[in-house]
């Protein structure tokens, strides 16, 4: 700073009435002030905070009252005249910021495009449009080149002028005209680079070509398998665990409702018809506060909105299910419906005791009210039926609806309010043994929820909310199957109740041209209702129905026990360079609702459990750093991401646990702490010919049980592996047009072995073989590996006279498991009744290659 000060002897008027020489060159506003300085003016003024101006004189000379006029008519400086001084001072005009609205959809359908980057190039401004194909971006009056872009879409460069309007809605057409499958992509090229939210993965539609999938069903959970820090126990275990959280510790939606059993046939297809999806992220690495009530991850999906311009049919039929997909316009360019159905066709079976079927139906409508109100109903229904050779059936299904209103306030303020109904159920009916029985089990949720978006700058954003969930849980009912059940009583176990409410606030920023951050907190409770009972145990004893003390009883809707958690939450990012950048995040998270489980992989018929005065809620404090790199304009891309995971509060069982219709599930429940630390690599390939993706999972989890009781402690106290803890995950994944018609797939997948518990020994009790466990996880499976083979065979897109095609259609050939590879899935042991020897039998689930072939249409 440059501070300057000269005096003469003279009144203030005298010095503003002398004259001043001056060349007839332009001047900048500093070395205007430099020449009036050399001739003798007295001038104060900080060099440092003048703007960088320049100004031009008429005349060669005039009064010095004429010159700081004119400067201030060129420059915007002040000057005041204190006694014989005059100060030159400069305040920085306000801009005046100005906001342009609107969405950005497909031109032929109208689909919403989620996560399609709107910016001004050359400069930081620029926003990315939200889960329903909104944004909003502030920017100076005047005139501005705005682009708009998004993967598999031709960019758009537009010129607007914000004095003639602030609503602009974007229609992008499509690079390629193909049917759409699911592959693993990034929502814009240098969105590796440029997110806020480290360890998120998305998966989109592409065009390019088509994974391998089991039997030929595309398939959004199982492409997840193939990224970084998410595994699953084997290849028909139910759920996903994701960076070393087990199944329930993940929040998946559809369409904002929750889906408490997202499985098909064993684990090896979800329930999401991937015709009727437009859209599946999952946030791994850091949980944004919007989101809440689980410890590991969110898997947010989105439906189709459905074409509002032109009717269409899609469909497909394979060796598992036939799909049906109806889309269009109710009144075009208004409103929209998209009706969707899948089929099982076979009853379908892992081995020659069981059959199992599913359906699913999905549908949605949209309507554009106006340029300010959108609204939405959704709603999903799926349905399972699984029996064996003892005659027992298994039905479980979800039922999902939604009902959401989108409005703008003003030119800033974009709030949705929704309401939901989720429903998961499930029933056994078990005819033939003598205690034969019907068993059934729910949970419903009816949530109301408001999420609001406020752009305060182009790089100010707030996002606040709040929604209230209020529980209904039937953990079971044990009722005779007939009059011939050697127990005529039903078992009728306590309903639950419960309302789990939170609020949010967020902020994201960006601080210069480098670095960004996105912060917040959300502050959530539970409490639990009854009517219901608390049961108090002798604090001498270990926790059984003999340590009962005392009965608690307590009134409908009377509050049995609350809790409350403060979950802040903070993800930073520096930009190294246009294509690399460093993020570090903090995500605590506090997890109120429990799968009880004493299987290795859950179950569609465990229960779910809300936290009570017994189990306390699992807390999550999650740290992740990465460095994240594009290469060769976004052709490539890759990062490295570590984290570490610590939980508190496990749900863990005892060892021989009965949970089925259990009255007092507490007394067979342990609690313990767990940790989870891992890295992830992976690189991915863009653009030409050949495209795919490496990625390798180097981790650890593990729990540890310490009780007061050696009954309620497990392998003395000590850490040891989660029954899904695999240090290596490796994932290989290479896709190739051999020509505009024809390509070609590959998956390679490689994990270390699961840890299992291997008896020590065996003894008779009372004519019945027991063996005898050691402590829990010590051995291991060998290790796992598959490769997994698929071709496309697109039909003829154009006629003879060169226009396109309304019919389209492809085939599609997958060989899974291509060299047969015998992957142990567990072990069973068998005993012979002659010598009494035991042998150990592995158990494995696909032990030959597999074929399969689909077809697929659109019309």
Same mark, same amino acid.
């Given at each position: 700073?440059?501070?300057?000060?000269?005096?003469?002897?003279?009144?203030?008027?005298?010095?503003? *009435?002398?004259?001043?020489?001056?060349?007839?060159?332009?001047?900048?506003?500093? #070395?205007?002030?430099?020449?009036?300085?050399?001739?003798?003016?007295?001038?104060? %003024?900080?060099?440092?905070?003048?703007?960088?101006?320049?100004?031009?004189?008429?005349?060669?000379?005039?009064?010095?009252?004429?010159?700081?006029?004119?400067?201030?008519?060129?420059?915007?400086?002040?000057?005041?005249?204190?006694?014989?001084?005059?100060?030159?001072? &400069?305040?920085?005009?306000?801009?005046?910021?100005?906001?342009?609205?609107?969405?950005?959809?497909?031109?032929?359908?109208?689909?919403?495009?989620?996560?399609?980057?709107?910016?001004?190039?050359?400069?930081?401004?620029?926003?990315?449009?939200?889960?329903?194909?909104?944004? =909003?971006?502030?920017?100076?009056?005047?005139?501005?080149?705005?682009?708009?872009?998004?993967?598999?879409?031709?960019?758009?460069?537009?010129?607007?002028?914000?004095?003639?309007?602030?609503?602009?809605?974007?229609?992008?057409?499509?690079?390629?005209?193909?049917?759409?499958?699911?592959?693993?992509?990034?929502?814009?090229?240098?969105?590796?680079? #440029?997110?806020?939210?480290?360890?998120?993965?998305?998966?989109?539609?592409?065009?390019?070509?088509?994974?391998?999938?089991?039997?030929?069903?595309?398939?959004?959970?199982?492409?997840?398998?193939?990224?970084?820090?998410?595994?699953?126990?084997?290849?028909?275990?139910?759920?996903?665990?994701?960076?070393?959280?087990?199944?329930?510790?993940?929040?998946?939606?559809?369409?904002?409702?929750?889906?408490?059993?997202?499985?098909?046939?064993?684990?090896?297809?979800?329930?999401?018809?991937?015709?009727?999806?437009?859209?599946?992220?999952?946030?791994?690495?850091?949980?944004?506060?919007?989101?809440?009530?689980?410890?590991?991850?969110?898997? =947010?999906?989105?439906?189709?909105?459905?074409?509002?311009?032109?009717?269409?049919?899609?469909?497909?039929?394979?060796?598992?299910?036939?799909?049906?997909?109806?889309?269009?316009?109710?009144? *075009?360019?208004?409103?929209?419906?998209?009706?969707?159905?899948?089929?099982?066709?076979?009853?379908?079976?892992?081995?020659?005791?069981?059959?199992?079927?599913?359906?699913?139906?999905?549908?949605?409508?949209?309507?554009?009210?106006?340029?300010?109100?959108?609204?939405?109903?959704?709603?999903?229904?799926?349905?399972?039926?699984?029996?064996?050779?003892?005659?027992?059936?298994?039905?479980?299904?979800?039922?999902?609806?939604?009902?959401?209103?989108?409005?703008?306030?003003?030119?800033?303020?974009?709030?949705?309010?929704?309401?939901?109904?989720?429903?998961?159920?499930?029933?056994?009916?078990?005819?033939?043994?003598?205690?034969?029985?019907?068993?059934?089990?729910?949970?419903?949720?009816?949530?109301?929820?408001?999420?609001?978006? %406020?752009?305060?700058?182009?790089?100010?954003?707030?996002?606040?909310?709040?929604?209230?969930?209020?529980?209904?849980?039937?953990?079971?009912?044990?009722?005779?199957?007939?009059?011939?059940?050697?127990? =005529?009583?039903?078992?009728?176990?306590?309903?639950?109740?419960?309302?789990?409410?939170?609020?949010?606030?967020?902020?994201?920023?960006?601080?210069?041209?480098?670095?960004?951050?996105?912060?917040?907190?959300?502050?959530?409770?539970?409490?639990?209702?009854?009517?219901?009972?608390?049961?108090?145990?002798?604090?001498?004893?270990?926790?059984?129905?003999?340590?009962?003390?005392?009965?608690?009883?307590?009134?409908?809707?009377?509050?049995?026990?609350?809790?409350?958690?403060?979950?802040?939450?903070?993800?930073?990012?520096?930009?190294?360079?246009?294509?690399?950048?460093?993020?570090?995040?903090?995500?605590?998270?506090?997890?109120?609702?429990?799968?009880?489980?004493?299987?290795?992989?859950?179950?569609?018929?465990?229960?779910?459990?809300?936290?009570?005065?017994?189990?306390?809620?699992?807390?999550?404090?999650?740290?992740?750093?990465?460095?994240?790199?594009?290469?060769?304009?976004?052709?490539?891309?890759?990062?490295?991401? !570590?984290?570490?995971?610590?939980?508190?509060?496990?749900?863990?069982? *005892?060892?021989?646990?009965?949970?089925?219709?259990?009255?007092?599930?507490?007394?067979?429940?342990?609690?313990?702490? !767990?940790?989870?630390?891992?890295?992830?690599?992976?690189?991915?390939?863009?653009?030409?010919?050949?495209?795919?993706?490496?990625?390798?999972?180097?981790?650890?989890?593990?729990?540890?049980?310490?009780?007061?009781?050696?009954?309620?402690?497990?392998?003395?106290?000590? &850490?040891?592996?989660?029954?899904?803890?695999?240090?290596?995950?490796?994932?290989?994944?290479?896709?190739?047009?051999?020509?505009?018609?024809?390509?070609?797939?590959? #998956?390679?997948?490689?994990?270390?072995?699961?840890?299992?518990?291997?008896?020590?020994?065996?003894?008779?009790?009372?004519?019945?073989?027991?063996?005898?466990?050691?402590?829990?996880?010590?051995?291991?499976?060998?290790?796992?590996?598959?490769?997994?083979?698929?071709?496309?065979?697109?039909?003829?897109?154009?006629?003879?006279?060169?226009?396109?095609?309304?019919?389209?259609?492809?085939?599609?050939?997958?060989?899974?498991?291509?060299?047969?590879?015998?992957?142990?899935?567990?072990?069973?042991?068998?005993?012979? *009744?002659?010598?009494?020897?035991?042998?150990?039998?592995?158990?494995?689930?696909?032990? #030959?290659?597999?074929?399969?072939?689909?077809?697929?249409?659109?019309?």
């Amino acid at each position: 700073m440059i501070f300057s000060l000269f005096c003469t002897t003279g009144t203030a008027q005298e010095i503003l *009435k002398r004259p001043i020489t001056l060349a007839t060159y332009t001047y900048t506003l500093d #070395s205007a002030l430099q020449t009036a300085k050399a001739q003798g003016f007295p001038i104060a %003024y900080s060099s440092s905070k003048l703007p960088n101006a320049r100004c031009n004189f008429k005349s060669s000379q005039l009064l010095f009252e004429d010159f700081l006029k004119a400067l201030k008519t060129q420059t915007g400086i002040n000057y005041t005249v204190n006694g014989n001084i005059v100060a030159i001072s &400069y305040e920085k005009p306000t801009v005046e910021l100005q906001t342009i609205r609107g969405t950005v959809r497909d031109l032929e359908s109208g689909e919403a495009l989620i996560g399609a980057a709107v910016y001004e190039p050359g400069s930081l401004n620029g926003v990315i449009t939200n889960s329903y194909g909104y944004f =909003s971006l502030s920017l100076s009056a005047g005139e501005h080149v705005v682009r708009v872009s998004f993967i598999g879409y031709e960019d758009i460069l537009d010129t607007i002028d914000l004095s003639k309007g602030h609503i602009r809605n974007f229609m992008l057409s499509q690079k390629v005209n193909e049917l759409n499958e699911i592959t693993i992509s990034a929502i814009e090229p240098d969105f590796n680079v #440029s997110s806020l939210i480290p360890g998120i993965n998305t998966l989109n539609l592409s065009t390019e070509g088509q994974i391998p999938y089991f039997l030929g069903e595309v398939d959004v959970l199982q492409g997840a398998t193939l990224l970084p820090g998410i595994k699953t126990l084997g290849e028909d275990a139910n759920g996903l665990n994701i960076r070393g959280g087990s199944t329930d510790q993940n929040l998946i939606l559809l369409d904002e409702a929750t889906v408490y059993n997202p499985n098909h046939l064993y684990g090896l297809i979800s329930v999401f018809n991937p015709e009727a999806v437009n859209n599946v992220e999952i946030m791994k690495g850091f949980i944004p506060p919007s989101y809440g009530g689980r410890a590991s991850s969110v898997i =947010s999906v989105h439906q189709k909105e459905g074409d509002d311009q032109n009717y269409h049919f899609t469909g497909g039929i394979g060796l598992v299910s036939a799909r049906f997909i109806a889309e269009g316009p109710i009144k *075009k360019k208004q409103s929209s419906f998209i009706l969707s159905g899948r089929q099982s066709i076979f009853d379908l079976s892992l081995d020659n005791n069981t059959s199992t079927s599913f359906q699913d139906l999905n549908a949605k409508i949209n309507l554009k009210y106006n340029k300010k109100n959108t609204f939405y109903f959704s709603g999903y229904f799926g349905n399972d039926r699984n029996t064996n050779t003892f005659e027992t059936v298994r039905n479980w299904g979800n039922r999902n609806f939604s009902l959401r209103w989108n409005h703008l306030f003003g030119r800033r303020v974009f709030a949705n309010f929704s309401a939901i109904l989720s429903e998961y159920n499930y029933k056994i009916t078990q005819p033939r043994e003598a205690a034969s029985f019907i068993g059934k089990s729910r949970i419903i949720d009816y949530t109301a929820k408001s999420d609001w978006g %406020y752009v305060i700058t182009p790089k100010h954003e707030l996002k606040f909310g709040g929604s209230t969930i209020f529980h209904r849980l039937k953990p079971g009912d044990r009722i005779p199957f007939d009059e011939q059940t050697s127990s =005529s009583n039903p078992l009728y176990l306590d309903s639950e109740h419960g309302v789990e409410s939170a609020i949010y606030l967020s902020h994201e920023a960006t601080l210069g041209k480098k670095f960004s951050a996105l912060y917040g907190f959300r502050i959530s409770a539970l409490h639990y209702l009854g009517a219901g009972t608390i049961y108090q145990y002798d604090p001498e004893l270990p926790r059984s129905n003999e340590s009962i003390t005392d009965t608690l009883n307590f009134g409908a809707l009377e509050i049995m026990k609350s809790y409350y958690g403060w979950e802040p939450r903070a993800s930073v990012s520096y930009r190294l360079s246009e294509q690399a950048s460093v993020k570090a995040s903090y995500t605590k998270s506090l997890q109120y609702l429990h799968l009880i489980s004493s299987t290795i992989t859950p179950a569609p018929t465990d229960i779910w459990k809300l936290s009570d005065s017994h189990i306390a809620p699992t807390t999550s404090h999650h740290y992740s750093l990465g460095i994240y790199q594009n290469f060769k304009d976004n052709k490539w891309e890759t990062y490295v991401d !570590g984290y570490f995971k610590r939980l508190v509060n496990l749900v863990q069982y *005892k060892d021989g646990a009965d949970l089925l219709f259990n009255p007092n599930p507490e007394t067979e429940l342990l609690t313990g702490m !767990g940790r989870a630390y891992g890295l992830e690599f992976f690189l991915k390939k863009n653009e030409g010919k050949f495209t795919g993706w490496l990625s390798y999972t180097l981790s650890r989890s593990e729990i540890k049980v310490a009780g007061q009781f050696d009954e309620e402690t497990i392998n003395n106290g000590r &850490y040891f592996p989660s029954n899904y803890d695999k240090k290596h995950d490796i994932s290989l994944v290479g896709i190739y047009k051999f020509l505009p018609r024809l390509s070609g797939s590959f #998956s390679f997948k490689y994990n270390s072995g699961r840890p299992f518990t291997l008896p020590l020994g065996k003894y008779i009790y009372e004519g019945n073989l027991i063996p005898h466990f050691g402590n829990r996880n010590q051995s291991r499976l060998p290790d796992y590996h598959r490769l997994d083979l698929s071709v496309k065979w697109q039909g003829k897109q154009f006629k003879a006279d060169g226009t396109p095609k309304r019919f389209e259609d492809y085939w599609t050939l997958v060989v899974y498991n291509a060299y047969g590879r015998n992957n142990v899935y567990s072990y069973f042991f068998k005993e012979d *009744k002659q010598s009494g020897v035991t042998t150990i039998e592995p158990y494995t689930i696909f032990d #030959s290659v597999i074929p399969a072939i689909t077809y697929n249409f659109k019309f």
